[in-house]
């Protein structure tokens, strides 16, 4: 068995919160990233669930968060682009960006969950046929911040015509939730990094860490642009360790009724396999995953609707007793000592 590396490890979570009170779930939501950001976590990142209690604007949520954290990265995971408008979005990419010090990761993907739920709420003259792909294309062009033509008078003065706020090399921090092979095709020769979840196309393995392995190959042979190649994968990670019981029955529960689908192939997918058990299990399952290769990012993918005291379990001892004995580091050295 060889050992991995991880360079860099974060988390992702959708932000559940109760029907009745979906402020306490969101400020608990804040909570968890201000202590990722305690214990040293490279990166935060949101989910945008629609039609669920769960954050349905990641970024708007970012922003929030912008205002309570201060070195940690903060990632949209994901933001699908099939209900956005792309200059819209551009727009408030750049400004989260800046509230945050060019702390801001851009996930997006090309979909669009729930659309014939949603489509009678949307904007009439929506080009629904529209490929996905040339709304990310749009996205892109709207980041690089051309002029879009002459000056404009404003009211405080002439202006060029781009969308702004411009951030420069925002463009170059878009990660491209993928797991197809057109999507991981399309964002490495599109120079954008590559975010993987927990669903794959087989790509004609059988097993799930397998098939991410030959994407992430085919990702770097035909990676082409000028910013840096970057793979983050995804992993449901439940360590018990310090669990208390009633814990570990929940999250046994969890991990037990998603195992059915991790044992065969659904419509040419495979599924991730969750990681429960004592630390010592969760090393040797991730040391020995062909995906995670020394450069390859973590984002710890936490389940929904648990509790804060559970998340915050969760992290500690994946930060305490899992992610050391696999090479990575803090952010910091000072995080480090205040964690230890």
Do not use: C
């Not at 629609?50 to 995971?77: C, D, K, N, P």
């Not at 015509?161 to 092979?181: K, T």
């Not at 910013?227 to 360590?239: K, S």
């Not at 495979?270 to 062909?290: H, K, M, N, T, Y």
């Amino acid at each position: 068995m060889s050992t991995a590396t991880i360079a860099s490890a974060g988390f992702t979570l959708a932000g559940n919160y109760p029907e009745a009170d979906p402020a306490s779930g969101l400020e608990d939501t804040l909570r968890l990233f201000e202590f990722a950001e305690e214990i040293g976590l490279q990166v935060a990142g949101i989910r945008q669930r629609h039609l669920e209690r769960g954050v349905s604007s990641a970024l708007t949520f970012l922003a929030a968060a912008t205002q309570r954290t201060e070195r940690i990265r903060l990632e949209t995971a994901v933001v699908p682009l099939g209900y956005e408008t792309p200059f819209r979005l551009a727009e408030d990419f750049g400004t989260v960006d800046a509230l945050s010090d060019g702390r801001l990761n851009v996930g997006v993907s090309s979909s669009a969950p729930h659309g014939t739920l949603l489509r009678h709420l949307g904007r009439i003259e929506d080009e629904a046929a529209i490929d996905p792909y040339v709304l990310i294309g749009r996205f892109l062009e709207a980041l690089e911040g051309h002029a879009l033509g002459a000056d404009i008078p404003t009211p405080y003065g002439p202006q060029t015509p781009r969308v702004q706020p411009h951030i420069a090399g925002l463009r170059d921090r878009v990660w491209l939730g993928g797991g197809s092979a057109r999507s991981v095709r399309w964002a490495a020769e599109q120079g954008l990094k590559l975010l993987l979840g927990n669903i794959t196309a087989a790509a004609g393995a059988d097993a799930f860490e397998a098939a991410q392995r030959i994407h992430i190959d085919d990702y770097y042979a035909h990676f082409a642009g000028t910013g840096t190649p970057a793979v983050g994968v995804e992993r449901v990670i439940l360590p018990i360790d310090s669990a208390t019981s009633d814990q570990r029955e929940r999250y046994a529960a969890f991990a037990e009724s998603r195992q059915a689908r991790t044992e065969q192939p659904t419509n040419g997918h495979l599924f991730q396999r969750d990681l429960f058990g004592s630390a010592d299990e969760i090393v040797e399952r991730l040391a020995s995953d062909p995906a995670i290769d020394g450069r390859t990012e973590l984002r710890i993918a936490l389940p929904y609707a648990l509790s804060l005291d559970d998340y915050r379990q969760i992290l500690s001892d994946i930060r305490h007793a899992v992610l050391p004995r696999l090479g990575w580091v803090p952010a910091t050295a000072a995080l480090a000592s205040a964690a230890a």
